[in-house]
C-alpha cells in the first residue's frame, strides 16, 4: 500500500500541482491558523493551540484546557473538526509533492531513498490522531483522562518528530536535485 502511495505521489509531482499545493499550505500555515490561534487567545494572551505545546505533560495540558473557558472549548473543538481536518490533507500533499519532484531529479529510481517520499503520511496519522484526542479532551471537559492526557503527550511528539524527518528530506532532496542540476533521472 505505501509502495502505491509513493508511487502515487511520483505520478502527481509536477511543478503546478506542486506550487499549488505549496501555496494552500502556505496561505493555512501562514494566515488561517494563526488567525485560528488568535481567536483562541483571551486578553490575558496565553492560551494556545493544544498541538503545538511541544512535550507538555498532562498536567499542563490540563490547565491550558482549564485556561480556555466554555467558549473557546467549543471554538477550539470545531476547529479540530473542520480546518484541522483539512489542513493535513494539505501539507501531506505538499510535502509528499515536494519530497518527490525533488527526490525525482536528485535520485535514480531504484534508489530505496526514493521511497521516503511518505514521510509526511506519517506527521498526518499522528496529526489525525492528535486532532482526535483533543476533540475527545475538550469534550469531556472538566475530566482529565490522564491516560488520553500522555496518548496526547505521545501524538504531538511524534507528529513534530515527522515534520523534522520531513523537514530533513526535503532539504536533502533539495542539494542532490541541485547537484544534479535539477535533471529528472531515468
Not at 10 to 26: H, P
Not at 82 to 96: E, G, R
Not at 142 to 155: N, R
Amino acid at each position: 500500500m505505501l509502495q502505491n502511495l509513493s508511487a502515487k505521489f511520483y505520478k502527481w509531482a509536477n511543478g503546478w500541482a506542486v506550487l499549488v499545493f505549496l501555496a494552500l499550505d502556505f496561505i493555512f500555515a501562514g494566515f488561517v491558523m494563526p488567525l485560528i490561534g488568535g481567536l483562541m487567545k483571551s486578553g490575558t494572551g496565553l492560551e494556545q493551540p493544544l498541538d503545538l505545546m511541544i512535550f507538555a505533560t498532562p498536567d499542563k495540558l490540563f490547565e491550558m484546557i482549564e485556561r480556555y473557558g466554555d467558549s473557546t472549548r467549543r471554538f477550539y473543538r470545531n476547529v479540530e473538526l473542520s480546518a484541522d481536518l483539512i489542513y493535513p490533507i494539505i501539507y501531506v500533499l505538499a510535502f509528499s509533492l515536494l519530497i518527490s519532484f525533488l527526490f525525482k531529479r536528485g535520485f535514480a529510481p531504484h534508489q530505496p531513498i526514493r521511497q521516503w517520499n511518505i514521510v509526511p503520511v506519517g506527521a498526518y496519522v499522528f496529526d489525525l490522531l492528535e486532532n482526535i484526542t483533543i476533540v475527545i479532551l475538550l469534550s469531556v471537559f472538566p475530566t482529565q483522562p490522564v491516560t488520553l492526557g500522555w496518548l496526547l503527550f505521545l501524538f504531538i511528539a511524534l507528529k513534530w518528530f515527522f515534520v523534522g524527518a520531513l523537514i530533513v528530506l526535503i532539504l536533502f532532496g533539495l542539494v542532490m536535485a541541485l547537484k544534479n542540476k535539477f535533471k529528472i533521472q531515468s
